[in-house]
C-alpha cells in the first residue's frame, strides 16, 4: 500500500480540491483512515476544502490529538465553521486539546455568529503593553514580522486596546519612550458585535485600511482588514466567482483517482467491519 499511499499523498499535494471531492464521496471512516496517515499540514490542504459538516464527521474518527494538528493548520476562519458544527462536547474536547494560544482564538471568534465584527477579526495581529520601551517594540515587530501590520496596536495588561501608532512612527520614536507616550490615543474601535451593513458604511475605511475590533469590556480582539470588507461586498452582490476546475486534471486526473481509489479500497479492506455504511449520493447532512 506504500505506493497507494504515495500517489494520494501527490494527489492531494498537487489538486487538494479535487482530493477534498474524494473524501467527500467515500465513507466518513475511510477518509479519517487516510487523513490520519497523513502529516497534518497536507491533511488540513484537503480538509479546509471539505465541507465543513463533513469535515466533522470525518474528524470525529480520528485521534483528539490528530484533530488538534488538523485544527492548528486550518485558516482560522474554517476551523471555527467546523467547530460550530461539531456538538457540544466534541466541540470542548478539540478546543481543550489545541495550545492554549489557539484555542482561545477560537473560542473568540465561536463567541460572535459569522458576518459580525467579532467573527471577522484577525487576532494574529501583533499587539504590545503599553508599558513596554519602544525599543524592544521594535525587537518584538522584528521576531513577530508576520503578525506587524501597518500599525502596531497597544494594549494595558488585561489586553484593552488603549491605543495605537504605525510603524514609522514607532521607528522615529525614541528607544527609551514607552509605547504609552508615543501612541495616539484617539482611535476608532468597532464593537466585536458590528453587523455587516455597519461594518460595510463605516466611514473609518475612508482614512484607514484596518479597524480594531474590541469586546463590551474594551479587550482588543484583533482586525478586520479593507479588503475583507470588500470581499463582504462582493458577495452581498452577488459576484463572487466559482472558481474554475484545475486545468491539469485533464491530464493527470486519471491516474491519480485510480491511485487513490486503490489505496482507500485498501483501508477498506483492512479497517472492515469498523466502518461506517458507505454515504449515498442523497444523503442530507
Same mark, same amino acid.
Given at each position: ?30 477518509? =479519517? ?19 465543513? %459538516? ?25 476551523? =471555527? ?31 460572535? !455568529? !459569522? ?10 495581529? @501583533? /499587539? @504590545? ?5 519602544? /525599543? ?7 521576531? /513577530? ?33 514607552? @509605547? ?10 468597532? !464593537? ?10 463605516? !466611514? ?11 469586546? %463590551? ?40 483517482? %485510480?491511485?487513490? =481509489? ?7 479492506? %483492512? ?9 449515498? /449520493?442523497?444523503?442530507?447532512?
Amino acid at each position: 500500500m506504500s505506493a497507494e499511499l504515495d500517489l494520494a499523498r501527490q494527489f492531494i499535494e498537487d489538486h487538494p480540491a479535487d482530493a477534498a471531492s474524494v473524501l467527500e464521496q467515500v465513507t466518513f471512516g475511510e477518509a =479519517a483512515a487516510l487523513l490520519a496517515l497523513l502529516d497534518p499540514s497536507l491533511a488540513s490542504r484537503a480538509v479546509g476544502r471539505i465541507s465543513a %459538516t463533513l469535515a466533522v464527521e470525518s474528524l470525529k474518527l480520528m485521534d483528539n490529538a490528530q484533530v488538534a494538528g488538523l485544527l492548528e493548520r486550518l485558516p482560522l476562519d474554517y476551523a =471555527a465553521r467546523m467547530l460550530r458544527r461539531a456538538d457540544t462536547d466534541t466541540r470542548e474536547v478539540w478546543l481543550n486539546t489545541l495550545p492554549a494560544e489557539r484555542g482561545e482564538m477560537l473560542r473568540r471568534k465561536l463567541r460572535f !455568529p !459569522p458576518g459580525t465584527a467579532g467573527y471577522l477579526a484577525d487576532p494574529l495581529v @501583533l /499587539s @504590545l503593553p503599553q508599558d513596554m520601551l519602544v /525599543s524592544e517594540a521594535e525587537k518584538h515587530m522584528h521576531r /513577530s514580522a508576520e503578525r506587524a501590520y501597518y500599525y502596531i496596536y497597544v494594549v494595558d495588561r488585561e489586553q484593552r486596546l488603549v491605543g495605537a501608532l504605525d510603524i514609522r512612527e514607532l521607528m522615529q520614536a525614541q528607544g527609551k519612550q514607552p @509605547l504609552s507616550e508615543v501612541m495616539r490615543r484617539e482611535l476608532v474601535r468597532l !464593537p466585536a458585535n458590528t453587523d455587516i451593513m455597519t461594518l460595510l458604511t463605516h !466611514p473609518g475605511w475612508r482614512d484607514l485600511d484596518a479597524l480594531p475590533v474590541v469586546d %463590551t469590556e474594551g479587550v482588543f480582539f484583533g482586525i478586520v482588514r479593507h479588503r475583507t470588507v470588500r470581499q463582504l461586498s462582493q458577495n452581498l452582490g452577488g459576484q463572487a466567482e466559482v472558481e474554475p476546475v484545475v486545468s491539469a486534471l485533464v491530464n493527470l486526473g486519471e491516474l491519480y483517482w %485510480t491511485g487513490m =481509489a486503490a489505496f482507500l479500497a485498501g483501508v477498506s479492506a %483492512t479497517g472492515g467491519a469498523a466502518l461506517p455504511p458507505r454515504r449515498s /449520493s442523497a444523503a442530507k447532512y
